[in-house]
C-alpha cells in the first residue's frame, strides 16, 4: 500500500457544481486527508481517520505557482 502526503486536494470548484465526497474512507495519509482552497465543498457520509495531520484542511490563499496552475487550466475549459 502507498501512502500519500495528501490524498484529495481541490483547488477550485464551480459554486453551482455542487462539489462533493460522499460514502468514502480516506485514511492513512502522510499529511491532510482533504485539503480543499476553494468554498462550497461538501463531504457527506464519510470517515476521517488515521491521518498524520487534519483530516480536513481549508486553506483559502494559493501560491503564485498555485494560482497559475488553476487560471491555465480556466482557459482550456
Known amino acids: 500500500m502507498q501512502l500519500l502526503y495528501v490524498c484529495v ?3 477550485h470548484n464551480d459554486v453551482f457544481a455542487n462539489a462533493r465526497i460522499t460514502n468514502s474512507v480516506i485514511q492513512r495519509n502522510l499529511g491532510n486527508g482533504v485539503s480543499t482552497r476553494g468554498s ?7 470517515t476521517l481517520a488515521d ?5 480536513f ?3 483559502p490563499s494559493y501560491t503564485t505557482y498555485e494560482a ?3 487560471t491555465s487550466s ?4
Open 51 to 55: 491521518n498524520t495531520a487534519a483530516g
Open 68 to 70: 497559475l496552475q488553476v
Open 57 to 59: 484542511e481549508y486553506n
Open 9 to 11: 486536494q481541490v483547488m
Open 74 to 77: 480556466r482557459r482550456a475549459i
Open 40 to 46: 462550497f465543498f461538501e463531504l457527506f457520509n464519510c
